[in-house]
Antibody
């Protein structure tokens, strides 16, 4: 069973950027497509986009186009999600998830990103 | 405002049966996209509970079942237990928005 481990909580200011990492414990991410989902008390669960850990192909939610970038680093078997021009609305728990089919099988532990001046 | 609509809360006594509805539209559930369900215990990540409308991953008790009809889906929990107290989310795909969509979540309280 794949275990996803994410980077720690972040506190950042409006207008700044944040980069969250996601690694597979004891396993390579290479065969998988990694999806990023965020959760806020107000908006609930929101699909942000996905990246193929195999070839780096990405697909982003239209709402976040231009602000989000998902990348993969094969040398460290990690994927990254960077979100720019942050506002308080981006305060959320961010999850990386593996979807073998069209549902989400394995979830990271979540990374709390707080945007506050 | 979530694309898929769930009741904010449901409750039941231990041993009872509760159901959670997930109402969509002709561009998601009604377009024959599968519905999946997740359970989220306090302070943890969501966990896959039901996939493909009515299939349970290994390890999920058969007290949990899913169904789908028309533009709606349902999750049923029979023989409610204290450990079932959690938030439950439905998920599907929306062809108009071209995006994965979630319900707003339902909090299950065991009385």
């Amino acid at each position: 069973q794949v275990q996803l481990v994410q980077s720690g909580a972040e506190v950042t200011k409006p207008g700044a950027s944040v980069k969250v990492s996601c690694k597979a414990s004891g396993h390579t991410l290479n065969p998988y497509e990694i999806t990023w989902v965020r959760q806020t008390p107000r908006q609930g669960l929101e699909w942000m986009g996905r990246i193929s850990a195999r070839n780096g192909n990405t697909n982003y939610a239209q709402k976040l186009q231009g602000r989000v970038t998902m990348t993969t680093d094969t040398s460290t078997s990690a994927v990254y999600m960077e979100l720019r021009s942050l506002t308080s609305d981006d305060t959320a728990v961010y999850y990386c998830v593996i979807a073998v089919a069209d549902y989400f099988d394995y979830w990271g532990q979540g990374t709390l990103v707080t945007v506050s001046s | 405002q979530s694309v898929l609509t769930q009741p904010p809360s449901v409750s039941g006594a231990p041993g009872q049966r509760v159901t959670i509805s997930c109402t969509g539209s002709s561009s998601n559930i009604g377009a024959d996209y599968d519905v999946h369900w997740y359970q989220q215990l306090p302070g943890t990540a969501p966990k896959l509970l039901i996939y493909g409308n009515n299939n349970r991953p290994s390890g999920v008790p058969d007290r949990f079942s899913g169904s789908k009809s028309g533009t709606s889906a349902s999750l049923a929990i029979t023989g409610l237990q204290a450990e079932d107290e959690a938030d439950y989310y439905c998920q599907s795909y929306d062809s108009s928005l071209s995006v994965v969509v979630f319900g707003g979540g339902t909090k299950v309280t065991v009385l």
